[in-house]
């Protein structure tokens, strides 16, 4: 029997001072701090080996990693650095080091239609960092749309079984009276739907409130809804803001919670 783990869902931590060994003009590396803008894409201007350095503002506690919208090839690898400082992460003594790792561990079973991948690393424990680097290495020119860098937040119990896999049309159409359809072109969107029905008061209180008030109405989440490595975890990988805030409903059982989310992703 196949094995599914717990969604993980991360609040991306804003980044700041990005640079990148290379970068085309009109696409410049900060654009991968901008989580609500998946268009905003940093391109290299040359093939191997690139990094990608910045800040987090401050210290942070950090135990993961997402690239989205990568221009991935097969072959191709990363390496995650932190440490508190840019020499520290540029040089051989960072405080967590990844070493290279392959992007893709296990191909997708559909391939995306854009090409892009997104990926994730999870470290063992938290670090405390105020700096960051990553290094790829592949064969063809690399591009990104985002880098997801925070802490994962795994439930303690997994979702209700009535979760749904759906998509949102973002353009519309209206029918005449004699047939005719006019349309309003527009992107299609998926969603990813479902409830947390078994969280704890002290699960509540010390992890999902602080993430309810940080995200609020307009806030981006990631969320990977099975990251079990397979062939489908592309697929269940969802990034964008609530089409609802979060709140908590009371259950039968007392100090018990759930929490419904409902995420519009635009990867």
């Known amino acids: 029997m196949a094995v599914i783990s717990k969604p993980i869902i991360v609040q991306p931590l804003p980044l700041v001072n990005i640079t990148a060994s290379t970068a085309e003009v009109s696409k410049p590396a900060f654009h991968l701090g901008r989580h609500n803008a998946p268009g905003l894409t940093w391109r290299a201007t040359g093939t191997g080996h690139q990094w990608l350095n910045g800040e987090f503002g401050g ?11 990568m221009s991935a090839a097969s072959a191709m690898s990363v390496m995650l650095r932190l440490g508190d400082s840019t020499a520290q ?24 239609e854009d090409g892009l991948y997104h990926s994730f690393l999870r470290l063992p424990s938290p670090v405390s960092a105020t700096h960051w680097r990553i290094d790829f290495q592949q064969t063809g020119i690399s591009e990104a749309s985002a880098i997801v860098l ?20 973002l353009g519309e159409f209206e029918i005449s009276p004699w047939g005719v359809l006019d ?61 609802r805030p979060l709140f908590a409903r009371g259950s039968r059982k007392p100090r018990t919670v759930a929490q419904e989310f409902s995420i519009l992703s635009f990867i």
């Open 59 to 69: 210290a942070r506690s950090i135990d993961f990693l997402a690239v989205i919208g």
């Open 183 to 243: 349309e309003q072109p527009g992107l299609v969107w998926r969603t990813l739907d479902f409830t947390l029905g078994w969280q704890s008061e002290v699960e509540f209180e010390t992890t999902f409130r602080p993430l309810m008030r940080a995200i609020g109405s307009r806030g981006v989440v990631y969320c990977c809804f099975d990251p079990t490595d397979s062939p489908y975890r592309q697929a269940r990988t969802y990034m964008g803001p609530l089409r």
């Open 150 to 169: 925070g802490r994962a937040i795994e439930p303690s119990h997994f979702y209700n079984p009535d979760y749904e896999h759906g998509i949102e049309d």
């Open 89 to 112: 992460v540029d040089g051989s003594l960072p405080a967590y080091s990844s070493g290279t790792l392959p992007f893709v561990s296990t191909a997708p079973a559909v391939a995306p």
